[in-house]
């Protein structure tokens, strides 16, 4: 073989390595949604730490290469991305972020004002809802109920529960629970306009009490029991959840609250959020199931919007006039926290400009953390 015939060879078969050669229409569609992603965070401002690196984590798992043992693809043994993907299948990073949440998360309107609690209870019927919705369209139970925790509009949950039961479709089901999440502004406010009156959006609700620091410690250790005992299945996040809050509120463990909340927090958020997004690889993504369970978790989300909106207008059937909660906070029983409560708090901005509802807000957003937690428990619980 001459020189030039060994160049050419040799450039020829470089040319089958390229992305430009193994490249499909699904690749080409999975990189746009990428994209989408990405402008949505960085144009539209929604949720920039989550769809950014989830966004590029779709580009980058569907760029296209020959798979000849180059151990550079996500799904390969050995392959950098398959160890960072490793605490995403493993389900090791979604307690690792509980904790940082845990460490971040003030109690203080839950414990103030325990009855709301029934709130984030409330909306979990998104959860509930959905899995029913899921076996309906012959989904298969394990497979159902990692679809069902998107009502929860808790990432971390939706991967920790679905790397347990339905693996297989647990990209699709992270991308989901993450896009909801990151649509929470968009979708929230239309339906606790139309489930409200405008006497309703205007109730002020009493300032909360002072909570003492005792209560404060209290809370986390007790909780912690109480919910495990119940839902044991429930421990790795729970667990997690409450020693952060503990790190927090005992006033002994500043380093170590640093570092949960923010270089172990970020840089857990920067694998989960890139993993996943790389694990969404066009031949596996691009399917009717995914068509569905985006569907499903849109439902699962409004139901678990309206669920709470309703049982605070039913709450107030039982309360007295002094004792009346807005409805708009209702809405904050999901697990996206704080957005869900910014919401609530800007939406009764608009019709009283003196009614501030975070802090109430407050109480059902960290109980719907709680709450989603829970529910995981319990699916997992009952299919293991």
Same mark, same amino acid.
């Given at each position: 073989?001459?020189?030039?015939?060994?160049?050419?060879?040799?450039?020829?078969?470089?040319?089958?390595?390229?992305?430009?050669?193994?490249?499909?229409?699904?690749?080409?569609?999975?990189?746009?949604?990428?994209?989408?992603?990405?402008?949505?965070?960085?144009?539209?401002?929604?949720?920039?730490?989550?769809?950014?690196?989830?966004?590029?984590?779709?580009?980058?798992?569907?760029?296209?290469?020959?798979?000849?043992?180059?151990?550079?693809?996500?799904?390969?043994?050995?392959?950098?991305?398959?160890?960072?993907?490793?605490?995403?299948?493993?389900?090791?990073?979604?307690?690792?972020?509980?904790?940082?949440?845990?460490?971040?998360?003030?109690?203080?309107?839950?414990?103030?004002?325990?009855?709301?609690?029934?709130?984030?209870?409330?909306?979990?019927?998104?959860?509930?809802?959905?899995?029913?919705?899921?076996?309906?369209?012959?989904?298969?139970?394990?497979?159902?109920?990692?679809?069902?925790?998107?009502?929860?509009?808790?990432?971390?949950?939706?991967?920790?529960?679905?790397?347990?039961?339905?693996?297989?479709?647990?990209?699709?089901?992270?991308?989901?629970?993450?896009?909801?999440?990151?649509?929470?502004?968009?979708?929230?406010?239309?339906?606790?306009?139309?489930?409200?009156?405008?006497?309703?959006?205007?109730?002020?609700?009493?300032?909360?009490?002072?909570?003492?620091?005792?209560?404060?410690?209290?809370?986390?250790?007790?909780?912690?029991?109480?919910?495990?005992?119940?839902?044991?299945?429930?421990?790795?996040?729970?667990?997690?959840?409450?020693?952060?809050?503990?790190?927090?509120?005992?006033?002994?463990?500043?380093?170590?609250?640093?570092?949960?909340?923010?270089?172990?927090?970020?840089?857990?958020?920067?694998?989960?959020?890139?993993?996943?997004?790389?694990?969404?690889?066009?031949?596996?993504?691009?399917?009717?199931?995914?068509?569905?369970?985006?569907?499903?978790?849109?439902?699962?989300?409004?139901?678990?919007? /309206?669920?709470?909106?309703?049982?605070?207008?039913?709450? @107030? =059937?039982? +309360?007295?006039? $002094?004792? *009346?909660?807005?409805? #708009?906070?209702?809405?904050?029983?999901?697990? /996206?926290?704080?957005?869900?409560?910014?919401?609530?708090? @800007? =939406?009764? +901005?608009?019709? $009283?400009? *003196?009614?501030?509802? #975070?802090?109430?807000?407050?109480?059902?957003?960290?109980?719907?953390?709680?709450?989603?937690?829970?529910?995981?428990?319990? +699916?997992?619980?009952?299919?293991?």
């Amino acid at each position: 073989m001459s020189f030039t015939e060994f160049i050419v060879s040799n450039f020829n078969e470089f040319l089958t390595y390229t992305g430009f050669a193994n490249a499909t229409w699904g690749n080409l569609i999975m990189i746009l949604v990428g994209c989408l992603l990405l402008w949505l965070a960085i144009k539209k401002d929604f949720e920039p730490l989550l769809l950014v690196p989830i966004g590029l984590g779709i580009i980058l798992g569907n760029i296209p290469f020959r798979a000849a043992g180059l151990e550079i693809g996500l799904y390969e043994d050995n392959s950098v991305l398959n160890i960072f993907y490793q605490g995403v299948r493993q389900g090791w990073y979604p307690p690792l972020v509980f904790l940082g949440i845990g460490a971040m998360t003030d109690f203080s309107a839950l414990i103030a004002n325990p009855k709301l609690i029934l709130i984030g209870a409330a909306a979990q019927f998104g959860i509930f809802g959905a899995y029913m919705a899921a076996l309906a369209m012959g989904f298969e139970p394990n497979q159902a109920a990692g679809i069902a925790i998107i009502g929860g509009a808790d990432g971390p949950t939706a991967i920790f529960l679905s790397s347990k039961v339905s693996p297989n479709l647990m990209g699709a089901i992270a991308v989901c629970a993450y896009s909801y999440m990151a649509l929470v502004p968009v979708i929230q406010p239309f339906i606790m306009r139309i489930l409200t009156t405008k006497k309703e959006r205007l109730i002020r609700m009493k300032p909360a009490r002072q909570v003492s620091k005792t209560e404060k410690i209290l809370f986390p250790i007790l909780g912690l029991i109480v919910t495990t005992f119940i839902v044991p299945s429930g421990l790795p996040l729970l667990g997690m959840l409450f020693f952060g809050n503990l790190l927090k509120e005992c006033g002994k463990t500043n380093r170590l609250v640093d570092t949960a909340t923010n270089s172990l927090n970020n840089a857990v958020v920067i694998l989960l959020g890139l993993t996943v997004g790389c694990s969404t690889q066009a031949s596996e993504f691009l399917t009717l199931s995914t068509v569905g369970i985006f569907a499903i978790g849109a439902c699962a989300f409004i139901i678990a919007t /309206a669920s709470g909106v309703c049982f605070v207008k039913l709450m @107030n =059937l039982f +309360l007295s006039k $002094d004792n *009346k909660i807005n409805p #708009l906070i209702g809405n904050a029983g999901v697990s /996206a926290v704080p957005m869900a409560a910014r919401i609530s708090n @800007n =939406l009764g +901005l608009e019709y $009283d400009r *003196k009614n501030f509802l #975070l802090m109430h807000a407050m109480g059902p957003n960290v109980a719907g953390v709680i709450g989603s937690a829970v529910a995981a428990g319990t +699916l997992l619980g009952f299919l293991s």
